[in-house]
């Protein structure tokens, strides 16, 4: 049984950091692409950023470009999103989630598994 479970979400000031994390358990973690959406309330979910299975690919959503960074650690099963200079807009629940193709992709559609989520409150 495939498990994502995200940690590290809260409350901060703009201009504030977190550092998301995702635990993978019940697969083969380097063989998947890992991805980290966000919901924010009434919204839809977009995508933020993704990594490659071997971390060489990265895409970012660009209103976070130059602000957070995803990471990934294969032989711990884990995935970061290192979140910097926090903006009231980026206050979402955010999402881990796994591919398992070989490119990586922006679209929700393309992820197999999803975590239950972790809450980011981001205050003016």
């Known amino acids: 049984q495939v498990q994502l479970v995200e940690s590290g979400g809260g409350s901060v000031q703009a201009g504030g950091s977190l550092t998301l994390s995702c635990a993978a358990s019940g697969l083969t973690f380097s063989n998947y692409i890992m991805g980290w959406f966000r919901q924010a309330p009434g919204k839809e979910r977009e995508f933020v950023a993704a990594?490659?299975?071997?971390?060489?690919?990265?895409d970012y959503k660009d209103s976070v470009k130059g602000r957070f960074t995803i990471s990934r650690d294969n032989a711990k099963n884990t995935v970061d999103l290192q979140m910097n200079s926090l903006k009231p807009e980026d206050t979402a629940v955010y999402y881990c989630?796994?591919?398992?193709?070989?490119?990586?992709?922006?679209?929700?559609?393309?992820?197999?598994?999803w975590g239950q989520g972790t809450q980011v409150t981001v205050s003016s």
């Open positions: 990594i490659s299975r071997n971390g060489g690919r990265i």
């Open positions: 989630a796994a591919d398992r193709t070989l490119v990586v992709h922006t679209s929700r559609l393309n992820y197999d598994y």
